[in-house]
């Protein structure tokens, strides 16, 4: 009897270590908005791996903490959702050129992002991306939430 409960007790830890490990590694966001539109819709429910910024490869869809000059906007979410179009060594996109001022290569640790709707907030108002509220990298879209 002691021996089936240590054993149980033992399974339960390592279940609990298990969870543990994919949510640190993982996390699950809300696309707020149509700015990622066709590609994510309003609802949509995205798995995100948390991952550094210097590991993101272009194209790749990235989530970020909002800017902070773009904080008190009405409607806009505390997480954005953009592709990833310029990493650290790229050329700056003509279009985006005038956020980001000086320099005409990505310096390293930033990213330009931009979204898949041509009415995205995005690089082109705010500049870049940098580590700093950086959530990672979007793995899958995994159905839409039952509010939407």
Known sequence: MIRAAVGAGVSLLATCSAVAVVR???TVIQVEGTSMAPTFADGDRLLVRRTRLDAVRRG???VFRTPPDYRAAPDTP???V???VAIPGDAVPAD???AVGEGTEVPAAR???RGDNPRSLDSRNFGYVTTDG???VVVRRF???ESC
């Open 82 to 84: 953009k592709r990833a």
């Open 60 to 62: 790749e869809v990235v």
């Open 24 to 26: 640190h590694r993982y």
């Open 78 to 80: 505390p997480w954005l």
């Open 134 to 136: 950086f959530r990672g």
């Open 111 to 113: 990213l330009l992002v």
């Open 143 to 145: 159905g839409r939430s």
């Open 96 to 98: 985006m050129r005038a």
